[in-house]
């Protein structure tokens, strides 16, 4: 199927990134029509809530549930974006506990963890509406179309126009691309798409544009983090020790427990009925690596739940966890980039009518929501004289 609309702007991806774009972008006066394409079933990306279909009523953030911001009074654009957020009420800053579990003891202390430096924020709703929300507060829906469940596997340029192929053989066409994942510009895409070369590489054979050339062979240096999210229903009679109230509570593991353990962080999420789900976040390498080339991998829920009564034995907030009424389980193939971040100069492509955003430039907040975020503003920024 051809869609024969020629779209003004295509974006990549349905993240936190993709809608802070677009929504600043229409903020800046861009009238033209967009098309917005996402794999999954809703916006979010990786900052996305779980609505599950098995267990009715529970919504659980698999993704983080708050980001923090570390260069809110430091950087205008941001500042400015957050407090437009937080006087529409879409956010809030977090009131949750933040506890660091060391030698199985918890203390409050000075939290050294990229999650929850500078200032911490949720969403009044949930991430996933937060994503929407972003968009909307702009009275900007008639100027796009969503396409979600809908996975591109091929780019092609000619005539100074893109089109997309997506792995159900659906074309779309567009003036003007934005990538807001690096899936299809990033080496990983070979085995998850299943393809011989990198669909940009495809598009625009190499020594056709130096800066795309940059780009793509600077991306060859990024890693990213894969992780197990283990999403834990529990039975309505669970609950705390003492008193806590707030909506959310957060458990980091310093490095020895987290080795000892495999969880890096678990997180406590209060439901509308006051059910506790509690989503037990796992990047250890060798923990993720069993559990893909397992046969059995429903055996591990048991050992999260072991793993999950031994660390809270004995602890004056959390009770063992006994019987549970569902557990699920997230594989996210890429869920953070680390180590090199790419140089902001990259971000725009006037000879080919391309551009980028994402937490994988060398913004600040580099692989955090943050970096997403800012990533976003600085490219509406930079492509509004375009237009």
Known sequence: MVNDEIYDLLIIGGGISSCVFVSAHIKNGFDGKIAIIENGRNLGGRSSTRISFTNNGWKLNHGAPSFNICNNSKNKLIKTFINDLLDSNLIQT??????????????????????????????????????????????????????????????????????????NGHKFKTKFLICSSNLLLHKRSLDILNVNQIPLRKAIPINKDKKIDTLINLLYKQEYIQRLTFLIYTKSNYSYKDNYKNKYRYFILNKLLEERYKFERIIFQKQENNNLGIVVHIKNKQFINKYLKSRNRDRFKEIILDSFNDLFDNDKNIKKLKEYQDIQIMVWRASQPSGFAIPENLQVNEDHNIAFCGDWFDCEGFGRIEGAILSALKLSCKINSLY
């Open 94 to 167: 977090d009131p949750s506990d933040i506890i660091e579990l060391n030698k199985g003891s918890t203390f409050d202390s000075e939290i050294n963890s990229e999650f929850y430096s500078g200032t911490n924020y949720i969403s009044r709703t949930s991430m996933s509406k937060l994503s929407q929300n972003i968009i909307f507060y702009n009275n900007c829906k008639n100027q796009i179309d969503y396409f979600f469940k809908t996975l591109i596997v091929r780019l092609d340029y000619t005539k100074n126009q893109w089109i997309l192929t997506s792995k």
